[in-house]
Every structure is written in C-alpha cells, then in structure tokens.
C-alpha cells in the first residue's frame, strides 16, 4: 500500500502498519536462516526502541548516532529515533576511531548505537571528545558484559532497551510526535566522505526525502514488489535511498544478508528485483566473472566471447526495444552462457540496476548490459538528497546520467557546473553556515561537477576541483581517464598526475585477486601483494592494460608512464574514503618521491 508523499518517513511507517499489517517490510538472515518482519511488528518494534532512547533522556531534535554494518537494528534505530523525534547520525563502520569521534562530536551525539564490542570501544575511547553524550546501545549480546564492565551505567543492550520501550507507559509521546510532525523537520544528518578535507554534516529533512522518492519510483519504475538486498552502508545517501525512504513509501521489501562478507552467497539466494552497486563493485563483479573464465576450459572462453560478440551491438537497447532476430540472438545466448553468469553474480531476477556515487566506465556499463543485466547509471549527492537524475532502462546514452528526475530542475553554468533546484535540495550544513551559503545560492544547489548535455541527457565530466591543466595548457579530466584503465579486469586503482605535467602519469594498484589468478595460470610465484606487484611479468601485464585503454583516449589524455603500488590503498592511511574515494591530497603527498621519479 503505497503511503503519500506528504507524510514523514516515520508517519510512512505507521501507515504501512495500518493499511498492510501483514505484509513483510523486512527480511534478516541470522544462522542462515531469513527472518520476516511484518510492517505492524517493524511498526511496534521501532516504538519500543524510541520510548527506550527517551528512557536515556533522548529530546525531541536530539541527535542519534549509528555505527554499525546494515542489519534490522539500523532502520529500527533510526525510525524509533525518528517516532520519538530525534535526528540519526550514521557513522561509517570501518572508520578509524579518530573519524568516528570526530563525527560524533561535531554531530553532538547524545546516544550512539554500536553494533557489537569493536564499535562500543571506538566510542568509548573517545568519551572525552563526546561531552552529549548520555549512552552507547550496543547491538551484538556476545562482548556486552565487557563493554558494560568498562563503563558502568553507560552501556545498555539493544534488548534491553526495547524492553524499556515496551515498557514504557508513554505511548501518548509517540502519538503526539507524529502528530506534530512536519515534513520541514530534520529527520537525518548525513556526513560527507571528507574527500578534501573534514566530513560535513548535511541536513536531510522529511520534505527532501519526499521530494526525492517520487522521481527515484517513477524513472527506475520501482512498485510495492520491488525488492532490494541492503548492503552498502546506511550511513550513505545511496543506500538510505533504497533501504529507507523508497520502501518506506512503496512498501516494498528490504533484506538484510548475514554479514558484508556474504553479499555474494546472500545475491544468490535473494535474487533481488532491483540492485544498487557503486562502480567498485560493479568492477569487482566484472574481476569475478573473469577470474571464472580464466578457470574455465577453452570450449567455454569460446562460447563466452562468442555470446558477448554477438549481443553487445543491442546492449543499449531494453529487452522490449530489441528486434525480434536480436531476441532470438539473446535467447540463444543466455541458454548457453548469459544465464549461468547471472546465476553466479547473484541478478538474474533483477529487473533494474543501478551503478551510481562515482563515475563508470562506459566499457563497464556496456558488459553488464551484454550479459542482460538492466544496468543504468544515475546521479546524486549527499546534499540533493539521494537520486535527481537518472538513465531509463530503455533509453540509455552510454556515458551519460540521462535527465533530471521528476520535480527537479537542471541547469549548467557558465563554468560547466550542475546546479540543481527543486525540494530535493538540503537544508544546508550542522554548524557550518559558511559552506551552506557557499553551496546554495539563490535556491540553486551547486553540485561542484562539470556536465556536458548529450541529446537530452547529461555527462558528468568530472570534479570542478579535479579537472586539470596540464603544462601545455591542455584542460584534463581525471575520471575519464581513470575510469577507462579501471575497466581492465587486472587494474583496481588508478591515480592519474598532470596537473602543471608535460604529460599524464599515473600510479596504478593491481587488483589482486585477478591478477593473482592470472600469475598462477602462469605459472609465477608470489606470496603477496608486494611479490606479486614487483613481478616483471606483471608490469608488462598493466603495460599492455595501460596501452589498450590509451587506444582509447585522445592523445593528450593518454597514460605515458606509470608507477605500480606495492600496497592497496588503505582508509586508515588516510589514502581513501570510508566510500573508497581516492583522497588525492594524501596520496600525492605520500607517494611524492614516486610521482617526481616518472617525470625524471
């Protein structure tokens, strides 16, 4: 039963209750087995734990914390947050403590929610930089006698505090909140990944959400049987988009797998309709599928290359735009080979998928599509709330993010930046009305990317910040470039250097798995990353990788040199995000000495 858009996510939730009560909302795995939560009882459940945050002295406005992986606690904390009506904070789980405490503490936490024993430590060891806060809930019952030992009166579980809920003769609270709930209300603080510097605290209100929702629905063509495995952290717009606030309107299903190391095995056994992966993973799952024929005999790399030959000419094109000999060519080839490949990543049911948050590869994009899989590339940030443009399945311009979503307006500036304009736009940055009037400008969101309109649609070129001159005056595009070594199967970073350069360098890490594989077939021995990086073989397997995607690219663009890393890039040496984007800053600085040494 689809919920108006006029209503509050946590109004949402109670209107799925009422009018759908049986109707599952939520699915977790826990030992292997799938566990059903109905809407009236995710309803009550969300109750309970926000009369138990109140029980901790949580006010209305109060700020929430959540620092763990995606599973049913996650939402249950945000929406109780929500009934009660306080504000959720999302931390990213794999921060170092040194980011957590920082976001935490700027965000004025007075409750942070912790999944288990490690993430209750990282709060705890910060508890001087927290001076709101009143308690850390604590998720996982194994560890929490521990964590309760080290700061009595502190620490309460997370069955604990429902119990509390429960408990609680207040209900009347919740009735009145909701009441008085508006959609001008903050209902999330969205940190961004500090790719330049400290992470800002984006206000997200109820209204941003609703204005968001509908165009996301109607472009993706999403409806109450929709269904999603939520795996990307929570506490990112492009996740929350599809776990929270889509569901919470179409009531539609969300799954939660055993564990992020699952999402593979957990893909499989869902098969979901709808699937969302940020372009690492859709090149990982391109290394995978290559990993497989590399282990795979001669007769099936034939048939494989033959089937990929034969249907990326109509890969632009949906199912129901194909030519009837296109379909027959399709068929054919999805027997024989597209629908074991399906089969092994997980998306053979699924009828739209999104690849979004960095730009792609459009090699990427056109493989997946071959292989059947309903791929789009789409478009939004942090501070326009989620999705604002976006590819339709049948309507797909290789390269671009089709066309602004519905109620937002686009424009480009004079510099080549997107500014957008509609409800969609946030309310601005926690403690920060410098950068809020830097980013929103007469009602108009500055977006920070340069775009270039394609036929109705719009290409994303890169970063305004990261496009680059080289010494001959030659304006660059990193991403472009990047994008196009990363769609080697082999390659799993690439940095480009040109700025003020007389030509483009890059530093390139080696996709280990891949790569490894590939040694082994050749009979090279390594023991690690480091071995295997140094190996000769394997700097003229990047070499030939490099002098393919060069083919490419326009001469001026063209990687003339590059230097192979001997160690992944890692977030806890501050190289990348907690979103895995490359902080370019930090890695010029520390591979300084390799970067000089190209240009000698």
């Known amino acids: 039963m689809s919920a108006p858009f006029t209503l509050t996510l946590p109004q949402a939730l109670r209107h799925q209750a009422q009018h759908a009560p049986t109707r599952v909302a939520i699915r977790q795995k826990r030992f292997g087995i799938w566990k059903p939560l109905t809407w009236a009882r995710f309803n009550e459940r969300a109750i309970d734990v926000g009369l138990g945050l109140a029980a901790l002295g949580v006010e209305r406005g109060a700020h929430v914390g959540v620092l763990s992986e995606n599973r049913i606690e996650w939402v249950l904390a945000q929406l109780g947050a929500g009934m009660v009506g306080a504000i959720t904070v999302g931390v990213y789980p794999t921060s170092p403590a040194n980011e957590v405490a920082y976001v935490l503490g700027h965000a004025d936490a007075q409750v942070v929610v912790c999944e288990d024993q490690e993430q209750a430590d990282k709060v705890l060891d910060a508890r001087d930089q927290l001076p709101a806060l009143r308690a850390v809930v604590v998720m996982e019952a194994k560890g929490l006698g521990d964590v309760k030992a080290r700061a009595p009166g502190l620490v309460v579980g997370f069955q604990e505090l429902e119990e509390r809920g429960r408990a609680s003769a207040d209900r009347a609270r919740v009735d009145a909140v909701l009441a008085s709930q508006q959609l001008s209300d903050t209902g999330l603080l969205i940190y961004t990944s500090g790719s330049t510097g400290k992470p ?50 179409l009531g539609s299903r969300v799954d939660f797998g055993e564990s992020i190391r699952t999402v593979q095995d957990d893909l499989r056994e869902v098969a979901p309709t709808m699937f969302l992966g940020v372009p690492r993973i859709w090149e990982k799952l391109h290394s995978s599928i290559s990993i497989k024929m590399q282990e795979t005999g001669a007769w099936r790399r034939w048939l494989y290359a033959r089937a990929m030959a034969a249907c990326e000419p109509f890969a632009h094109k949906s199912a129901a735009q194909r030519s009837v000999g296109e379909r027959l060519r399709f068929a054919l080839w999805y027997a024989l080979v597209f629908r074991a490949l399906q089969n092994f990543i997980g998306l053979r049911r699924v009828k739209v998928a999104l690849t979004g948050a960095a730009p792609i590869s459009p090699l ?67 403690k920060n009305p410098e950068a809020t009037a830097a980013t929103i400008v007469d009602g108009w969101l500055h977006t920070g990317d340069v775009v270039q309109a394609q036929d109705g649609h719009l290409r994303i070129v890169d970063r305004l910040k990261d496009v680059m001159i080289t010494a001959g005056g030659k304006n660059l595009t990193p991403s472009e470039i990047e994008n196009t070594m990363k769609a080697s199967p082999f390659i799993k970073e690439c940095v480009i250097v040109a700025e003020a350069r007389r030509f483009v360098a890059a530093l390139v890490q080696i996709d280990f798995e891949t790569v490894g594989k590939w040694a082994e077939n050749q009979r090279l021995a390594f023991t690690h990353f480091r071995s295997l990086a140094q190996l000769p073989q394997v700097r003229e397997l990047v070499h ?57």
């Not at 509908?214 to 492009?238: K, N």
């Not at 063209?558 to 190289?575: A, I, P, S």
């Open 200 to 249: 800002k605290g984006a206000m997200i209100s109820y209204g941003n959400i609703a204005a968001m929702a509908p165009g996301v629905i109607e472009r993706l063509g999403l409806d109450a049987h929709t269904s999603h495995l939520s795996y990307l952290p929570l506490c990112h717009v492009a996740e929350q988009m599809l776990t929270c606030f889509v569901p919470m309107y």
């Open 364 to 430: 990427i994009l056109r493989y997946f599509r071959t292989l059947g899989v309903p791929l789009v590339e789409v478009y939004g940030m942090t501070e326009s709330s989620g999705m604002v443009l976006g590819q339709r399945r049948d309507d797909i311009r290789w390269g671009t993010v089709g066309a602004p979503t519905v109620g937002v307006e686009a424009r480009v500036s004079p510099q080549g930046e997107l500014q957008v304009r509609g409800g969609v736009v946030f309310q601005g940055y926690y």
């Open 544 to 600: 030939q990788e490099i002098e393919r995607g060069n083919g490419t690219l326009a001469e001026v663009a063209r990687v003339r040199r590059f230097h192979l890393l001997t160690k992944e890039l890692d977030h806890d040496d501050g190289e990348v995000t907690a979103t895995m984007k490359v902080r370019r800053a930090s890695i010029y600085k520390t591979y300084g000495d390799e970067i000089e040494a190209l240009y000698r």
